[in-house]
């Protein structure tokens, strides 16, 4: 009876999911908003991201 259950439960998140709209949680542009080309100390830098260049943004990003 409980494999109903779920089974019932999994077809409600994948049916919910095809009616997702896909861009709801992505960015559909570049990300930098501001190209910063002089050295920058290392004591203020805390992480880096390098964001791929895909078909939202022609550039390869490094925040």
């Not at 290392?42 to 990003?61: N, Q």
Request: charged share 15%; glycine share 4%.
């Amino acid at each position: 009876m409980a494999a109903v259950g779920w089974l019932a439960f999994l077809l409600v998140v994948l049916s919910l999911g095809i009616f997702a709209h896909p861009c709801d949680t992505q960015e559909l542009r570049c990300q930098c908003i501001q190209i910063y080309s002089d050295f920058l100390p290392l004591l203020f830098i805390r992480s880096v991201w390098l964001i791929p260049e895909d078909i939202y943004c022609s550039r390869e990003e490094v925040m």
